[in-house]
């Protein structure tokens, strides 16, 4: 059985999917329109000139981008008509919300046939990127972001749903975002300060090694809330024992046991990868540094740390990213953070409320991915370079 495809079979399978999540935009609903959260929505009948157009233009990309007879043209064409893909859901949503004018209650939604069509933007683009053509995507993306500041400009947004929640709780997001922030990156930062001294433990002492791998990755089989409601006991009977605990706000439910919950699941990859970083340094570059007369402590923080950095650095990358999504759980147990969105919504069958949470946490996990990615390139040219 095959584990990998070729990069014609996988731009392939990109044109294929792109080229199916185009007829879907054509056939689903686009947008949904509800006079409020409660009222079930249902669909707006989109401009078909507009949808064909689309179709047309997908479909167009699809025989331009492949088989790539005269590579220089199709190219340039498949890039000019990837940025008018690119703007058409933004034009359909400005045409409808004209159209409709909505009172202000009144909510409209996108629903499949626009996520579809993001998505098919998203794959022609990116079958481009696998022959190199980064310039192509990010002018695609440059011109989507453009064709959304535009329209926001315009104040086409200020009728979507999502948009609805946020202005009837803007004080609440704030604070629950800065929640998230606080939880996600606070117990990122506790689990560095803990994992690194392991990972480097389990390294140097083959004995340790075993406990620490057993403990560590057993924390992370615990499912999430079971190990936020283990905890609770444990931090209520605390603070009742020693009411300073109390004082200085540990205590059964908020955002203690949130905290120690995700500090314990933060540890895994940033232990793991530190051994593993430790371990990949080669016999030979440590026999050198040893000839040179360095001493146990400079072989360890010129040479060994230096080189294990990358991988060390792709764990605690892991290690946030993962925070950043849990913290939403955090949220069952009075911790706070954008989760609270979440299941509010969730609770009331209230969709718009629900993506209030969810996309600023999924927002927050790219960017933070993002950063890690940037850093670690970073890293990477500097140890080439010496």
Known sequence: MRNSYSIKEREFLLYATGGISALAGFIL?????????????????????????????????????????????????????????????????????????????????????????????????????????????????????????????????????????????????????????????????????????????????????????????????????ALFGFLIPILAWLSYIFPVLRQIGIKGIGPAPAFIALTLYGLLPIVRNTTEGLTTVENSLLEAARGMGLSKKQLFLWVELPVAMPIVLAGIRTSSVQAVGLTTIAALIGAGGLGRFVFMGLGQSAYDLVGLGVFPIVSLAILTDKLWAFILRKTDRSSTND
């Open 29 to 225: 609903p686009v947008f949904m329109f509800s006079q409020n959260r409660v009222v079930n929505p249902y669909p707006i009948d989109t401009p078909f000139f507009i949808r064909t157009v689309y179709v047309f233009a997908a479909l167009t990309s699809l025989m331009l981008c492949y088989p790539y007879k005269k590579q220089q043209v199709n190219i340039r064409l498949a890039t000019i008509i990837l940025v008018v893909l690119a703007q058409i859901p933004w034009i359909m949503l400005a045409i409808v919300n004209n159209t409709i004018n909505p009172a202000p209650p009144a909510r409209i939604n996108p629903s499949l046939g626009f996520y579809f069509i993001l998505l098919s933007v998203f794959l022609l683009s990116s079958s481009l990127f696998y022959r190199g053509y980064r310039l192509v995507r990010k002018t695609v993306f440059t011109f989507m972001l453009a064709g959304v500041f535009a329209v926001g400009f315009m104040g086409v947004f200020n009728n979507l749903g999502i948009v609805r929640e946020y202005f009837s709780q803007s004080s609440v997001f704030l604070q629950a975002f800065f929640e998230h922030i606080r939880l996600a990156f606070g117990s990122t930062f506790f689990a560095i300060t803990i994992g690194l001294p392991l990972g480097i433990a389990a390294y140097k002492k083959h004995g340790a090694k075993p406990w620490i791998m057993s403990i560590t990755g057993g924390i992370q089989t615990i499912p999430s809330l």
